[in-house]
């Protein structure tokens, strides 16, 4: 029995983590989860009111090239975006949080950057009720040098290295707790605190007294610049792997690879830090299911929902051997 903060209104299927949709076939299920074949509006409104911990999920750019997973102009993106966000609300519990990947995109024919996931910001939370707990930023070293007029042929930008987290919340009080994701201190941190530190005053004015240097044994507090893999995670911080199991078994059937996967490690600092066992997060764009297989690993329950059959068929890889 789920402790009273962990309850759902999901049905279970035969007893198990499983949770199920009413009124929907389940393209497949795992122990702990469930993925979905079709629109993920129509799948949300099937879930009830207040009964999810976390809805992470990287929705299709707003680039000015169409990708093969489809996505949506700059110039429609937010309006076409919200009522999916109104549903996030609708089904998170109050404590519950909504973390969004979403990158940046370039105007066409001009080396200016687009402003439309800073207005897609300003409508979840201006209209659709949002909190801003924290902006996060993902460190993706194997990004592209593009647009290659502007970065490799005229050299007048850099290439980009970090896409937006946005991380939202239903009320001002989310769960979460960064004790879970500490990580270890760095060797100049080892060193202060061998030497010792004196009482000063900085510049800035922070009073720095001599406990700064009683370091806690769980680790340090990492950063809003998520960069670093956790110590059980098994994907770097690219999104290029071409030797990963999933890859390789998609090669191997003759399936489609998904052209926009984040690491595992992504949506499991949000996991570990927003949600404990046994609670629920959702994938609205799952794409590869990598949310749910991360879930799944770590305990949690999940529900994927994504629109193309080639991208879920090939997401069942991911849950061989485990």
Same mark, same amino acid.
């Given at each position: ?75 429609? +993106?937010?309006?076409?975006?919200? $009522?999916?966000? %109104? &549903?996030?609300?609708? /089904?998170? @519990? ?44 993902? +460190?993706?070293?194997?990004?592209? $040098?593009?647009? %290659? &007029?502007?970065?490799? /042929?005229? @050299? ?53 007294? %001599? ?112």
């Amino acid at each position: 029995m789920l402790a009273p903060q962990q309850q759902t209104l999901f049905p279970a299927a035969h007893g198990a983590g499983t949770l199920l949709l009413p009124g929907h076939e389940p393209f497949y299920t795992t122990p702990n989860g469930a993925a979905y074949l079709g629109d993920s509006l129509e799948l949300l409104r099937a879930m009830p009111a207040g009964s999810v911990n976390l809805v992470l999920t990287s929705p299709p750019y707003a680039l000015h090239f169409k990708k093969s997973y489809g996505n949506v102009s700059k110039a429609g +993106y937010v309006e076409w975006f919200k $009522p999916f966000a %109104a &549903e996030v609300f609708r /089904v998170l @519990r109050d404590d519950g949080s909504f973390v969004l990947n979403i990158g940046g995109s370039w105007n066409e024919g001009v080396p200016t950057r687009s402003l439309y996931q800073y207005k897609l910001l300003i409508a979840l939370v201006e209209e659709i009720g949002f909190h801003l707990a924290q902006e996060c930023y993902w +460190y993706n070293p194997a990004k592209m $040098p593009v647009p %290659a &007029e502007w970065v490799t /042929v005229r @050299r007048v930008r850099v290439k980009d290295s970090v896409e937006h987290v946005w991380w939202l919340s239903k009320t001002p009080h989310p769960k979460a707790s960064n004790l879970k994701v500490l990580k270890p201190y760095s060797a100049d941190m080892l060193r202060l605190n061998a030497r010792g530190l004196k009482e000063t005053t900085r510049p800035s004015g922070h009073i720095i007294n %001599a406990s700064w240097d009683k370091m806690k044994a769980e680790g340090s507090i990492p950063g809003n610049v998520i960069e670093e893999q956790l110590p059980d995670d098994m994907l770097k911080f690219g999104n290029n792997s071409a030797n990963d199991s999933y890859t390789l078994r998609c090669k191997e059937a003759g399936i489609p690879i998904h052209p926009a996967r984040f690491p595992s490690a992504l949506p499991a600092f949000f996991l570990k830090m927003l949600t404990q066992e046994s609670d629920v997060c959702v994938d609205i764009f799952a794409g590869s299911n990598t949310t749910g297989a991360t879930a799944e690993k770590l305990g949690r329950r999940w529900i994927a929902m994504e629109l193309l059959p080639e991208y879920l068929e090939a997401s069942k890889f991911r849950f061989e051997n485990r």
